[in-house]
Structure formats: structure tokens, C-alpha cells
């Protein structure tokens, strides 16, 4: 366990750079997907139905997800979770250069999202084995910070490429940063979680259901995964309606669009910033509440405004919001589970909070097709800062929710 500098630290060095490089070629994607999809069909409505597809593929693969990362190395994990995707994205490049195919994407694109859940859960579970347990609100920043930076010359990139070449030179590298990320993280070292969970008994029927015990006896984890079930229901389908009003209804070419993008990556890099300290001085509860609050407040301007930079800075904003709300609720995650139960507690918890999203992200971009852009980003806007404010009625008001015992079973 490293005790100096978090930046000495082999391991921790290591899978910081090799997912900052995965993070900066998958927001290539981020952008040329929507991007891929609005030029062949110009329809947000299959935008927003391919993201709910993507979304509904997260949350079954999630239901196993914790298990496997409970069960199965970590580090393998990781990698076949890269190199599936590396293998599935370059498909698209490839069967491009003959004619484009809209069908493929939907057969993609979930598989992906699948793999994708899988790497995200055992990714929360990685982070703990690298760092001591009173540096993981610092680490989990320092990470996200990073992982920002990459997001905002990834869409940058995205965009320019995309006008250039077309969106699937785009996805062609992100094919390229997974099979890197792939390669990085075989030097990765987790010996001691690794040869504690190869001791670890067989799967039982129990195994399945005990991340969401976990849940339900937190009270704060309990409140926050109902909550953020509604959020998520609201806030999933925001990229492709920004990309619709960008590309759309402002008539912005896709350089543009991704710039923006990137200048929204930005509000995580300010999240990682404050996050500690504001953690540490106002407490959980008010930074959770009031960053949820914020975005919401974003959204609605992002509707109101007919001006790229306005457009731009209120993006920032929302993903500065969620990206304070997010590292703390992850950090809160790993301190109070325990290691064993650690990846189904997270595959619990996504896939619960997750389960309206995909439902949320088609009827948000139907909506949009029907009543316009400003209409549902005052609704959706409006809709989160009452959620947030409802927090101030649940636990998720404690300063200090990590010294909490958990209920009994």
C-alpha cells in the first residue's frame, strides 16, 4: 500500500496512465457515435433510442458484474473487458469502408455498454488495493481530473477528425486506446486483494443478493440509489439532446460540437479540484445536495440559451455538478464496503439507479423531437433540483455519513 506521494507509486501511476490514454480514445466515440448516427438517419429519436439500448445492455450486464469482480481476478477482468471492446469498435470502421450500416451499431454499441459495466464496476473495486483508505476521496480526483483532461482533447480531436474523415476514423482510435489500455494494464499489480479473493469460497445463491443488502441496511447508500434512480432517468440522454441542439437546431458543424464537449469535460477537472476540501469543510450531504441542485439549475439554462459559449459554459457546469456529486458518492462507496463485497455492492448500485435510464433517455430525446429543446430542459432542470432538495429529507444530509453503521440484517 503506498504511503508517499500518489504520483510515486508504481501501480497507481501506471493504471492512471494507461486509463487516462483508454478515456482520452473512448471520448472519440463519446462524440462520433451520436455524430455517426444523426448524419445517416438526422433523427434524434434513433439517437436517443440507441443510448437506451446501450443503457438497458449496462444494466443486465451489471446484475453479474460484481459478482464476476468479487469472483474472478481483477486485473484479467480489466484487460478482457478492453480488448472486447478494442475488437467490437474496430468493426465499425471496417465494415464502414463498404456501405454504412446502421444495424451494426445497434448490435455494437450494447455489447460494448455491457463490457463496458463490467470494467466500471471492477475498476471501483482496483482503486482501493493501490491507495491507503484515507487518500481515496484525493485519489478518486486525482483520477477523474485526469480522466477529464483526456475528455477535453478527446472531443476536440473527435470533432475535427469527424469533419475531416468521418466519425468512424474517430471510433477507429478508440478502438486503438483500449487495445493500448489492454497492454498497460498486464504490468498492473494487485497481489494481495488478488490472493485474498482466490481463497474466497465458491458462489452461492446469497452471493447474488448481498451488494443489495448492503445497500438497503446503508441508510445513506439506500437514499442515494433511490434518488439517483429518478437523476439518472432525467440527466442520460443530455449528451444527444446537446448534440441534436448543437448540430440541429443551431446549425453548428461537428468541430463545434465537439469543442463543446471538451469545454464540458473542464467541469470535472474543477470537480476534482474542490472536491476534497469541500468534502472535508462543508461535508457530504451539502456537497451532494448542492451539486445536484446546480446541475439541475444548468439544465434549464442550456435550454434558455441560443449562444454556443452560454451553451458551453452551462454544460461545464452540469458536468462539474455530477462530477462533485459523483467522487463523492464512489469514495463514500469504497470506505464503508467491505472489500469482499465490494464490486456487488457497486454492480448493485449502478444497476439499480440505472434501471429508469434507458426508459428516461428515449422518451427525454422523443420529447425533444415533439416539443423542443427548451421545453425538456426545463422540465428535466426543474425536475433535479427538486430531487436534490428532497435530499435534505433523507440521510444523505449527514456531514459525515462514512461513520454511520450500517443497519442490521
Not at 70 to 91: E, G, M, Q
Not at 215 to 240: E, I, K, M, N, Y
Not at 292 to 306: H, K
Not at 394 to 404: D, H, S, V, W
Request: charged letters at 10%; hydrophobic letters at 55%.
Amino acid at each position: 500500500m503506498p504511503t508517499g506521494s500518489l504520483w510515486r507509486d508504481r501501480n497507481f501511476t501506471l493504471f492512471w496512465a494507461v486509463q487516462a490514454l483508454s478515456v482520452a480514445g473512448d471520448s472519440f466515440s463519446y462524440v462520433a457515435m451520436p455524430l455517426l448516427v444523426l448524419r445517416a438517419t438526422g433523427s434524434v429519436t434513433q439517437m436517443g433510442q440507441l443510448t437506451a439500448l446501450a443503457a438497458a445492455a449496462s444494466i443486465v450486464s451489471g446484475v453479474f458484474a460484481g459478482l464476476l469482480a468479487d469472483r474472478i481476478d481483477r486485473r484479467t477482468l480489466l484487460i478482457a473487458c478492453d480488448v472486447s471492446r478494442a475488437l467490437l469498435y474496430a468493426t465499425i470502421p471496417l465494415m464502414w469502408l463498404f456501405a454504412p450500416r446502421i444495424w451494426l451499431l445497434y448490435a455494437v454499441v450494447p455489447l460494448g455498454a455491457a463490457f463496458a459495466m463490467l470494467f466500471r464496476v471492477t475498476y471501483v473495486t482496483v482503486v482501493p488495493g493501490l491507495v491507503d483508505p484515507d487518500r481515496l476521496t484525493e485519489a478518486n480526483a486525482r483520477l477523474s481530473a485526469t480522466y477529464a483532461m483526456a475528455s477535453i482533447f478527446g472531443p476536440m480531436l473527435a470533432g475535427v477528425l469527424s469533419g475531416l474523415y468521418g466519425p468512424t476514423a474517430a471510433i477507429a482510435i478508440d478502438a486503438g486506446t483500449f487495445a493500448a489500455s489492454a497492454v498497460g494494464l498486464c504490468f498492473v499489480k494487485l497481489g494481495g486483494l488478488e490472493r485474498e479473493r482466490a481463497n474466497a469460497r465458491g458462489v452461492t445463491r446469497g452471493d447474488f443478493v448481498a451488494g443489495v443488502r448492503f445497500l438497503w441496511r446503508h441508510p445513506v447508500l439506500r437514499s442515494l440509489t433511490v434518488l439517483l434512480s429518478f437523476l439518472t432517468f432525467l440527466t442520460l440522454g443530455l449528451t444527444d439532446i446537446l448534440i441534436y441542439y448543437l448540430g440541429h437546431e443551431l446549425n453548428q458543424p461537428d468541430g463545434t460540437v465537439g469543442y463543446v464537449l471538451a469545454a464540458a469535460a473542464s467541469g470535472t477537472i474543477l470537480a476534482a479540484l474542490v472536491v476534497a476540501p469541500a468534502r472535508r469543510g462543508l461535508g457530504f450531504g451539502a456537497c451532494w445536495i448542492g451539486s445536484y441542485a446546480l446541475c439541475g439549475l444548468a439544465i434549464v439554462g442550456v435550454g434558455m440559451s441560443r449562444s454556443v459559449p452560454m451553451v458551453a459554459a452551462l454544460a461545464t457546469t452540469v458536468i462539474f455538478g455530477i462530477g462533485v456529486a459523483g467522487i463523492c458518492t464512489m469514495s463514500l462507496r469504497q470506505e464503508v464496503t467491505p472489500d469482499h463485497l465490494l464490486g456487488r455492492v457497486t454492480s448493485a448500485y449502478w444497476t439499480i439507479h440505472s434501471t429508469l435510464a434507458p426508459v428516461g433517455a428515449a422518451m427525454l430525446t422523443a420529447s425533444v423531437a415533439r416539443y423542443g429543446v427548451p421545453a425538456v430542459c426545463l422540465f428535466a432542470g426543474s425536475a433535479c433540483v427538486l430531487i436534490a432538495v428532497s435530499g435534505t429529507l433523507t440521510p444523505i444530509r449527514q456531514a459525515r455519513p462514512e461513520q454511520l453503521a450500517v443497519e442490521p440484517g
